[in-house]
């Protein structure tokens, strides 16, 4: 399955209602599932982003659509990136001409 980073803004309604984040955060991981992904690992982080986000899903459709029913909630912006592990790294330059 494909997986995706995904590097997460707080809007100003997500730091006004950081409290409920944990909550959040748990339906997020919910909305996965029933989008038949996961959540690999969620990380806060200090620096131009505030949290970063691995996960399973589908395909980038299901990607697409995941982060656009995040983000429509109102308490955070996404740039979601596609991820390609070692082996289909070395599978993609093995078939460079």
Wanted: hydrophobic residues 40%.
């Amino acid at each position: 399955m494909p997986t995706y980073v995904t590097l997460l803004r707080y809007t100003q309604q997500g730091i006004e209602k950081m409290k409920d984040s944990p909550t959040r955060l748990e339906a997020a991981k919910q909305s996965l599932r029933q989008m038949g992904g996961e959540l690999k690992a969620f990380y806060l982080v200090m620096g131009q982003y505030d949290a970063v986000v691995v996960t399973e899903l589908p395909d980038d459709e299901t990607a697409t659509k995941f982060a656009i029913a995040t983000a429509a909630r109102g308490y955070i912006r996404t740039e979601t990136l596609r991820a390609y592990p070692e082996a289909e790294y070395r599978k993609i330059i093995a078939a460079l001409p």
